[in-house]
């Protein structure tokens, strides 16, 4: 809004140019946008006038009479609910009945003002209506600003599941046309990787069903002391069989049990997250080491691998939805591109955070931080940031 | 390459001409689930999983027919790619296969002469695709450029 709009419709010369000289000069503080706007004011001698006036420029504010001969500001009020208009109007009425006033609110004014009124009192009234109009005009930008971060969200989401989809449909289709002759033996590997795929999108739709109530607070959260170091050790043991096959070791370094107060269920999918990234993301013959540390009152949990490792800039993007990270190394490796985001998520309910430190060639180490959850942490936790979707 | 003496047998199958095709996407499953007709059909199929590997079949051996994901990593990986082709081999038929029509309502075709042109590529095929279908297509451009 570069300059606040004002129609004066009234159909007193006399009580216009008070109106304008009121107004005259007057800036307007919008605390909302952190901005101050000046006003633009425009006036018009009847109803029918206003009527086609906000046809052609619609106004942020309508000063309207309640009593003009010809169509009286409730008449205008009815035509203008008729079009659905956007902006404010503040009914001018001669006496300041309750009446009055409840019929033009019913009638859609937004506010409405007493003659005779002093040009304070006018001011007031106009930046009451300013106020609220800018705090309606932000609340419809980021409900537009949700819905399309829900919508990228659906859109990277319907791909992901076509794309394994795809493949597993080719290999299917090769299987039924008998493409590679009559022998079963000839379709070991499609028939492998149509399981592989399909186990990747079970683990998407897993993944997604956690964030989702993670981020809607839908899900029943129960606390108790959990032994982290315990929680850590079942994770390393479900890697176990792939870290051996690929050689890697797997070492846990805990002084005795770490009780945090927390959910376990979350605690387990941030340690079976970042355990198996740790294992995913590493070379062959490489380690994987966690710790679980007390910091009072945070519980720290480091896990260090010897893998690909990754820069900057990677690193930075980490975080977001659905960002894996595509290059040469990481081909091979499949993920829903959801884990990490739900670990910082869930740090985050737990006053904590996720904090990574990689280099290429080298290997990542992500240190997670979370404060005991306490009794009121339960309910405002769940004051999430705007950007939250629930899908 | 075999060249088929069509006029004494109408059309040739894609089978009869034998090519030497330069398969190009991100997807190991696509790529493999390609591959294995293909090589069924008679085929030689060179498979790159990237831009890099792309260029480095290419460099060894131009193919008669390359078909290409448009996007790999970098969103128009298949669109450099296909540039670069073109301009070392302009007779090559290029194939442009994506998904991007169905996810972004972007709609690529390569029906009329300023098309080709512009994306660099003799026909775009949207996925899913079907092996028939694809195998139609190839042989439609490889015979226009024997033709």
Same mark, same amino acid.
């Given at each position: 809004m570069n300059a606040l709009r004002i129609l004066v419709a009234d159909d007193e010369a006399g009580m216009r140019h008070g109106v304008m000289r009121a107004l005259r000069g007057l800036s307007v503080r919008l605390p909302d946008v952190d901005a101050t706007v000046g006003v633009e004011v425009e006036e018009v001698a009847s109803g029918e006038e206003a009527l086609a006036r906000v046809d052609v420029q619609p106004p942020d504010i309508l000063l309207l /009479? $309640?009593? %003009?001969?010809? %169509?009286s500001g409730l008449d205008v009020l009815h035509a203008l609910q008729q079009r659905g208009s956007e902006f404010l109007t503040i009914m001018i009425t001669a006496f300041a009945t309750i009446e009055s006033a409840v019929q033009a609110t019913k009638c859609g004014a937004f506010d409405f003002i007493a003659k005779p009124f002093t040009p304070d009192e006018l001011r007031g009234v106009i930046r009451k209506a300013a106020e609220h109009l800018t705090a309606q005009r932000r609340a419809r930008e980021l409900a537009e600003e949700n819905r399309r971060v829900r919508f990228d969200f659906i859109r990277v989401l319907g791909h992901e599941l076509k794309t394994p989809l795809a493949a597993i449909e080719n290999y299917l289709y090769l299987l039924r046309d008998r493409t590679a002759g009559e022998y079963v033996e000839a379709y070991e590997r499609p028939i492998q990787r149509c399981l592989c795929r399909a186990q990747g999108m079970r683990k998407l739709i897993a993944d997604l069903l956690d964030l989702t109530r993670i981020e809607s607070g839908q899900r029943q959260r129960t606390f108790e002391a959990v032994d982290v170091a315990e929680i850590a050790r079942e994770a390393l043991e479900l890697v176990a069989p792939v870290a051996e096959a690929r050689g890697i070791a797997l070492a846990l370094a805990a002084d005795g049990p770490v009780v945090l107060r927390c959910d376990r269920a979350e605690l387990e999918i941030v340690l079976n997250n970042l355990v198996s990234n740790a294992v995913k993301y590493n070379r062959d013959g490489g380690r994987v080491d966690v710790a679980v540390q007390r910091d009072d009152p945070y519980v720290r949990i480091v896990v260090r691998d010897t893998g690909i490792g990754m820069s900057a800039e990677e690193s930075a993007r980490?975080? $977001? /939805?659905?960002v894996r990270i595509r290059n040469e190394k990481t081909r091979e490796i499949t993920g829903s591109g959801l884990g990490l985001a739900i670990v910082k998520k869930i740090a985050g309910l737990y006053g904590g955070d996720v904090a990574v430190a990689s280099t290429p060639d080298a290997g990542t180490t992500f240190t997670v931080t979370l404060k005991p959850a306490g009794e009121a942490q339960a309910d405002d936790a769940f004051a999430r940031d705007d950007q939250s979707l629930a899908v | 390459m075999h060249a088929t003496d069509r006029s004494a047998q109408g059309h040739a199958t894609a089978a009869e001409l034998r090519l030497n095709i330069l398969l190009v996407d991100d997807d190991p499953d696509f790529l493999e689930s390609l591959r294995i007709p293909l090589e069924a059909a008679g085929h030689t199929v060179t498979t790159a999983d990237g831009v890099k590997a792309a260029r480095a079949a290419f460099d060894q051996q131009v193919p008669d027919i390359a078909l290409i994901d448009l996007?790999?990593? #970098?969103? #128009?990986g298949g669109f450099t790619l296909c540039h670069a082709f073109k301009a070392k081999a302009p007779q090559l038929p290029v194939i442009i296969i994506s998904a991007v029509t169905s996810e972004t309502g972007l709609d690529f075709d390569a029906a009329t002469p300023e098309e080709r042109a512009w994306i660099k590529a003799d026909a775009f095929l949207a996925k899913p695709i079907r092996f028939e279908q694809l195998e139609r297509e190839i042989l439609r451009h490889v015979q226009n450029v024997r033709s």
């Open positions: /009479d $309640q009593k %003009m001969t010809g %169509m980490l975080f $977001q /939805d659905f | 996007m790999m990593e #970098d969103a #128009d």
